[in-house]
């Protein structure tokens, strides 16, 4: 591993930079980073085992050549499965505007917008693919310590690379997956939306499976296989997520914990804790007190 990039942590999720940031990281990672999105793109890539990282709702189990591309406005953060785990990972954002300014080059992403996205956050390139990938960011990296006359021109031309292989990925992969499979993918993810949609109603796997007219042991199975959850854990994460967003944006705890879907306060108490650390009132205070809930960057 080459250490001579490694950038030092930092608790920032606001670009400084006009087109890229780009991080290489090794180090003790946070247990939990609270959700938030961004203005910007982000792209992930894991070097190591021990991370989940999960993107309006989708959980993926993260390794080494795999990529998570996150578009502007999608809520998303990472979770490590081991207290003091040490993390190596790539981090990139790309300012919105320095992605358009490269469509030009770039005939398949601009394609591609967040909605196409959807869902769609887990990039699984061929290894040469991913190789190719990596030696990018670390012609990046070298560019960025270098800082001369040719480097913001050479750094247009290795983004918009990178750019081509993440479209490259995206674009084909829908030609790949066999008429079910598509048709399976299609139907879970008109389910994962009625979720999203509908915190306040009951979201048994019964009742979803009524509404959605399939057998509940299959449903959740396939669902479980898209997603990467079981429906039980989906409706769970979601309405905690949704619940956290109302309270750090102003709600009262308890008009969160009602509008999004838990009926019983002590439930939602102890699931709220268990996943965010912090009580549902101390979030509240913390808020009112003007502390700013800003979680660390990835």
């Given amino acids: 591993m080459d250490m001579s990039y ?8 606001v ?6 940031e780009i991080f290489h990281r090794v180090d003790t990672a946070p247990g939990f980073i609270t959700p938030h999105s961004h203005d910007f793109y982000e792209m992930y890539f894991p070097r190591s085992e021990g991370v989940t990282y999960i993107v309006d709702g989708h959980r993926y189990k993260l390794g080494p050549g795999m990529v998570v591309l ?10 490590v499965s081991e207290a003091g785990l040490k993390v190596e990972r790539f981090v990139l954002w790309l300012n919105t505007s320095f992605v358009q300014s490269l469509t030009g080059l770039l005939p398949r992403f601009r394609k591609l917008s967040p909605e196409d996205m959807k869902g769609r956050n887990l990039i699984v390139p061929d290894p040469e693919t991913y190789e190719l990938m990596i030696g990018l960011l670390f012609s990046l990296l070298h560019e960025k310590q270098l800082n001369d006359v040719d480097s913001a ?4 031309l290795v983004v918009a690379q990178l750019l081509i292989h993440i479209s490259r990925v995206l674009s084909n992969a829908p030609s790949g997956m066999t008429g079910r499979a598509a048709r399976r993918y299609q139907d879970m993810m008109r389910v994962y939306e009625y979720i999203s949609a509908h915190l306040k109603d009951p979201l048994s796997v019964t009742e979803l499976s009524e509404i959605f007219f399939m057998d509940k042991n299959t449903l959740n199975r396939q669902f479980k296989h898209v997603t990467g959850m079981t429906l039980a854990e989906c409706v769970r994460r979601k309405r905690l997520d949704a619940a956290y967003t109302m309270i750090t ?31 549902p009132s101390a979030c509240a205070g913390r808020r009112d007190s003007g502390v700013r809930l800003q979680p660390a960057a990835e």
Wanted: hydrophobic content about 35%; overall charge negative; aromatic content about 16%.
């Fill in 249 to 279: 944006h102003g709600a009262a705890v308890t008009e969160a914990c009602h509008e999004c879907g838990f009926s019983d306060y002590s439930a939602f108490y102890r699931a709220f804790k268990q996943v965010f650390g912090i009580s």
């Fill in 153 to 156: 021109s050479l750094n247009r």
């Fill in 15 to 20: 670009m400084q930079q006009d087109d890229f």
């Fill in 70 to 79: 996150i578009p502007p406005g999608q809520t998303h953060y990472s979770d």
């Fill in 6 to 13: 490694v950038s030092p942590f930092i608790v920032r999720q």
